[in-house]
């Protein structure tokens, strides 16, 4: 799922020589702050009610306008900020979470599709959460039970999913061998395929040069090319499905 | 890695204040027996005769929690159930 992506506000390939050699900025600076930012509103929410009833409302409308923000930059955000295929991978999560059981993790840039169902229930939840806190303090819905319970209820599952989310995260960490806390702090991820295969493809690129494929060996199509003579191109062996060397982002899905 | 770390140290001491901090609202009025309690409905009735608008009540620990409106401000009254004397008033 790589396309040509002109709006994006990432450089080209996103890649730097360096350090970052085989890495993508992947998370956008305005997303990173908006992520622990809101991880620490939530947090402070979380430990302060019926306790600290001022700092509590003060967590309450930073949310709410960091929703706002959320919002705006899932329309104008740069690629993996956008919300332009949350759509297309929460209908692939289902099947995502039952191959997940197989260790299939996938390999994805941005959010996987159960991060993506993770966002959308959180920001559904946030809302709720959020704007019945609001009406609580207002003396039309003050001691309204519906008003209370619903914010109770989305409240506790917010701490449920954020729980669920960190525990993702890290798994999926591990199983990927890719720091994803440190991602989401810096912003840059590894190219998936490019860490472990880098030494192999680097092998098969010394082995090319002197190797000759036989005749038999070639694709049809081609062998009926020499056998008339024509002039003819050496076919590339890396570019047989079964030779080629796993260097760029094969099948990297975003 | 330092600036794991960093993070790390910051979400643990989030966490150890906060839970700190947990320790809750007002909620304890009585160490009376909840079987001898007098009604919630009582707690209302007081709460009405003091001339607040009563919007619901419910038991908060050992206490009776009565959310009142009055004047056009917001109370949570805390009256304890052994004899319904008015523990807390909080302005919310």
Not at chain 1, 194 to 223: G, H, I, M, N, W
Not at chain 1, 234 to 239: M, R
Request: aromatic share 8%; charged share 20%.
């Amino acid at each position: 799922m790589r396309e040509a992506d002109p709006g994006s506000r990432n450089p080209p390939s996103g890649r730097r020589a360096d350090h970052h050699a085989n890495s993508v900025l992947v998370w956008d600076l305005p997303l990173r702050v908006w992520h622990w930012a809101l991880a620490g509103m939530v947090l402070i929410a979380w430990v302060t009610p019926n306790v600290y009833d001022g700092l509590h409302q003060f967590a309450g409308y930073a949310v709410i306008g960091l929703l706002a923000f959320r919002l705006v930059w899932g329309f104008f955000g740069t690629r993996h900020s956008r919300f332009e295929k949350v759509g297309l991978k929460l209908r692939a999560a289902p099947t995502y979470l039952r191959n997940l059981r197989r260790g299939d993790t996938g390999r994805y840039l941005g959010l996987n599709p159960a991060g993506a169902a993770l966002l959308v229930a959180m920001l559904a939840l946030l809302a709720i959460s959020t704007v019945t806190g609001a009406m609580q303090v207002t003396v039309r819905f003050f001691g309204v039970w519906w008003i209370e319970d619903s914010h109770a209820y989305a409240s506790h599952a917010i701490i449920v999913l954020a729980g669920l989310h960190v525990l993702g995260t890290l798994v999926m960490s591990r199983l990927q061998r890719e720091n994803l806390v440190r991602a989401m702090v810096t912003g840059w991820k590894q190219v998936p395929g490019t860490v472990r295969a880098a030494p192999r493809a680097r092998s098969v690129e010394a082995d090319r040069v002197p190797l000759q494929p036989q005749a038999d060996e070639l694709p049809q199509p081609q062998r009926e090319q020499q056998t008339r003579g024509e002039p003819s191109v050496v076919p590339n062996i890396a570019s047989t499905s079964a030779a080629r060397p796993r260097t760029g982002p094969v099948g990297v899905r975003d | 890695m330092k600036l794991m770390n960093v993070l790390a140290t910051t979400i643990a001491i989030g966490l150890f204040t906060g839970s700190a901090a947990m320790a809750d609202g007002y909620k304890t009025c009585t160490k009376m027996d909840k079987a001898s309690w007098k009604p919630a409905s009582d707690a209302e009735a007081k709460a009405k005769a003091a001339g607040y608008e009563v919007r619901q009540s419910k038991v908060e620990g050992t206490c009776y929690e009565v959310y009142g409106v009055k004047d056009g401000k917001t109370f949570e009254l805390f009256y304890s159930p052994e004899d319904l004397s008015l523990k807390h008033t909080k302005a919310k």
